[in-house]
């Protein structure tokens, strides 16, 4: 199993960062996906989620009209668009894949990419 995240980078304020996540090893049409982040000092947080199929979404308040995470089942892809940045988005962003069935419990992370919004 493998979520390898991509399109992380050092932003000024305002601009755009698309961040993918590849995923491999696994049936991930069946899997809910998420992004989450991690700034420093600071707990993990739940960025954004989307569902097997992506007819439900779910944005964190601070992200809401600025972020848009989307997939794309057929590249086995999940993306987050992120928009209008700010400084207090700077964190490690990470990747989740997540099964929850009453004989599956499959919960899977990718390593993180760095995303810096500085002027």
């Known amino acids: 199993v493998q979520l390898v995240e991509s399109g992380g980078g050092l932003v000024h304020p305002g601009g755009s960062l698309r961040l993918s996540c590849a995923a491999s090893?696994?049936?991930?049409?069946?899997?809910?996906m998420s992004w989450y982040r991690q700034a420093p000092g600071k707990e993990r947080e739940l960025v954004a989620t989307?569902?097997?199929?992506?007819?439900?979404?779910n944005y964190t308040n601070s992200v809401k009209g600025r972020f848009t995470i989307s997939r794309d089942n057929a590249k086995n892809t999940v993306y987050l668009q992120m928009n209008s940045l700010k400084p207090e988005d700077t964190a490690v962003y990470y990747c989740?894949?997540?099964?929850?069935?009453?004989?599956?419990?499959?919960?899977?992370w990718g390593q993180g990419t760095q995303v810096t919004v500085s002027s």
């Open positions: 989740n894949a997540r099964r929850r069935t009453l004989s599956i419990s499959n919960d899977y």
């Open positions: 090893g696994f049936t991930f049409s069946r899997y809910v």
């Open positions: 989307i569902t097997s199929a992506g007819g439900t979404i």
